[in-house]
């Protein structure tokens, strides 16, 4: 089976010289499609870093890495950005919603940079919407939504390109409790349906949602842990419908 | 992500600070309608001293002697230096005027008007009164030449002329003034005590911006004004109509010749005349307020310069103030093609609504007189301030478009 991810002896450099600070010192991470991963680690680990390569956002100063197959490193700008908008979905801590644009008009955004066309966008967009809780809400901007909620438009907006690779920065960093069920719940539905998915995270309840938890500290893996098959459903989900 | 894609992304950008847009658009606006309008005005009043010099009379050259006292004094005071055979200048005379007429002489010569003028002098009606700006003794020829058509009643004839007949021929102001509603045709108005009968009224001229009252004018048989306004002294000038247009440069140099021999001028001497040419006049005026335009334009045009700056500046500040959400376009896939397009658009649409608002801006107030000139819009300065502001958005966009495009999706979601 091929990988979704495949990250080789990556490491990342800031800086030069005396000051430099090495925040990755080769990590290697495989993730399979349909895995459910938690990396975790203190602030400082590296683990920003890595999901900023992870996202094609930034780019490993040695090391290779595979994204579905492709070697993302060797693309071009253009090229890249193609793969973020098809390969890769986004939830960041801070939403990072438009703002003065509606719910709508978010999640239908990546449609309009891949090329959708609108009658397309929107239906799709209305879909997504739909999945994460927010059919009555399509209409409101950012600010009149709350963080749950606006949390969610994001989750929508990650998801309406289908992509191989849902990737959650610390995705209920700025949520209260009922909110941050409500997102984990809806990656474990997401889970549940076959969707990859990595979440970085600093809180054990987060991490405990997911198939297999990451631990990274001082820029290395240092643990490694299954406590789900891949092919299973995850294992809060289970004892849920259990 | 289509271009229609990019515009309404763009429309939407603008939308969100409408304030800000709306000033943005404001400083083209200024700038292109002052442009048009500006030079509208110098087109309205170059072609308006045109019209001026126009209504002179085609195709005539104006003698007048230029016995002016400082060459007169020059001379007096050094005649040692004076190598001529004369040291006095002759006046301009009627028989100058009749050697100008011979058609062997002078062929291109179509017509010669004598002219004596005297200046503010009383005229009188029943108890009405008004100051004539000038009183002009001629023959019948100088309404032609000069471009004075007659509205009511008739011009004086030769007859007139050897008689030495009191009559005039009168402008509207004149009209107006001792007449008021009546009809002036027939009746004798004085002009300083003496009787004139007025034969007829001239068409009205029409305010001439910057000249002298063209219509304040009483025109009478030359002999009539000498015998009892100027004096038999000399002509003060004598207005000679050349065949065509064609013929002004030849006719020109007849009068010199003719005038040369009668007035003993060559070699050293001197001439002491000058020819006023239309043609020559109106190159020189037209010279003159083209630099006028060119100028006017030249402070319009910084005018737009500046407010292509005040672009640049609001889109630099679109951009860092949007660095985020163009981080968050880039993390879910704007190509760097897409945000430059965005942007260029933004800056773009400022421009081309400004120019075209001030586009319509200008139309409107060039159907208003501006002091005193009527704004006649030239249509290349309409088409030439709209590319330029438009190019300004190109220009002045480009910049800020760029740093928006080449900005690191990682950095740009950093920013707050």
Not at chain 1, 50 to 76: E, K, Q, T, W, Y
Not at chain 1, 81 to 109: C, D, W
Not at chain 2, 234 to 242: D, E, G, H, Y
């Amino acid at each position: 089976m091929s990988l979704v991810l495949d990250v080789r002896d990556a490491t990342k450099v800031y800086g030069a010289g005396e000051t430099a600070v090495h925040a990755l010192r080769g990590v290697s991470l495989q993730v399979e499609p349909g895995d459910y991963v938690a990396i975790m680690g203190a602030s400082g680990s590296g683990k920003s870093t890595l999901m900023n390569i992870i996202g094609c956002l930034d780019v490993p100063s040695a090391g290779r890495f595979h994204l579905d197959g492709v070697d993302v490193g060797a693309l071009d700008d253009r090229r890249q950005a193609v793969v973020r908008n098809r390969k890769i979905g986004f939830v960041f801590q801070s939403f990072n919603l438009i703002p003065r644009m509606t719910a709508l008009a978010n999640v239908e955004l990546p449609l309009a940079y891949g090329g959708v066309r609108p009658a397309e966008r929107r239906r799709r967009a209305l879909a997504a919407l739909e999945l994460v809780g927010l059919a009555d809400r399509v209409n409101h901007q950012p600010n009149e939504l709350s963080g749950g909620q606006q949390q969610r438009v994001a989750i929508a907006r990650a998801l309406v390109n289908s992509p191989a690779l849902l990737l959650a920065d610390e995705p209920t960093g700025a949520l209260d409790s009922t909110s941050t069920l409500d997102v984990l719940g809806i990656f474990d539905r997401l889970s549940a349906a076959g969707r990859t998915i990595v979440v970085i995270t600093h809180e054990a309840d987060v991490a405990e949602h997911a198939k297999r938890v990451v631990r990274l500290r001082d820029g290395r893996i240092v643990e490694d842990i299954r406590l789900a098959p891949v092919d299973g459903l995850p294992p809060r989900l289970r004892e849920v419908t259990a | 992500m289509s271009a229609v894609e990019i515009v309404r992304f763009a429309v939407r950008g603008l939308a969100a600070n409408k304030m800000r847009s709306a000033l943005t658009t404001l400083g083209i606006l200024i700038g292109v309608a002052a442009v048009i309008l500006l030079v509208a005005v110098g087109e309205g009043s170059s072609q308006s001293i045109q019209r001026n010099i126009q209504q002179l009379g085609a195709n005539t050259l104006t003698v007048s002697s230029s016995t002016g006292g400082g060459g007169g004094g020059f001379r007096m005071a050094r005649p040692q230096q004076d190598s001529g055979p004369r040291t006095q200048a002759r006046p301009l005379t009627v028989d100058d005027a009749r050697a100008l007429a011979d058609r062997t002489a002078a062929p291109h010569v179509s017509s010669v008007s004598p002219v004596v003028s005297a200046a503010s002098r009383a005229a009188s009606y029943d108890g009405a009164s008004h100051t004539v700006q000038q009183v002009v003794g001629t023959y019948p020829s100088y309404f032609e030449a000069s471009n004075k058509p007659v509205a009511k009643g008739t011009y004086f004839f030769n007859d007139d002329v050897l008689a030495a007949r009191k009559v005039v021929v009168i402008g509207q102001t004149v009209a107006e003034n001792l007449f008021g509603t009546l009809d002036p045709v027939g009746r004798q108005i004085t002009i300083t005590g003496v009787p004139f009968t007025v034969v007829g009224v001239l068409k009205e001229a029409g305010a001439s911006g910057g000249f002298q009252d063209a219509d304040d004018v009483a025109i009478a048989p030359l002999p009539a004004v000498q015998q009892s306004l100027t004096g038999f002294g000399p002509l003060n000038q004598i207005l000679v109509k050349a065949g065509s247009a064609d013929d002004v440069a030849a006719a020109q140099a007849e009068i010199t010749a003719v005038l040369d021999q009668r007035h003993g001028v060559g070699g050293a001497v001197a001439a002491d005349y000058q020819i006023l040419n239309q043609a020559t006049l109106q190159e020189t005026v037209s010279a003159a307020t083209s630099t006028f335009t060119v100028l006017l334009a030249a402070v319009a045009a910084i005018s737009l310069l500046v407010g292509g700056i005040g672009i640049t500046n609001i889109m630099l500040v679109t951009v860092t103030e949007r660095t985020r959400e163009i981080g968050i376009r880039k993390a879910v896939g704007a190509p760097r093609g897409a945000i430059l397009g965005q942007f260029l658009v933004e800056a773009t649409l400022l421009s081309l609504i400004g120019g075209l608002l001030g586009v319509a801006v200008a139309m409107t107030g060039a159907q208003f007189t501006i002091a005193g000139i009527t704004p006649v819009v030239v249509p290349s300065s309409v088409v030439l301030a709209l590319g330029v502001s438009v190019a300004i958005g190109l220009f002045f966009g480009s910049y800020p478009a760029n740093r928006a495009a080449k900005l690191r999706p990682i950095e740009a979601l950093r920013f707050e």
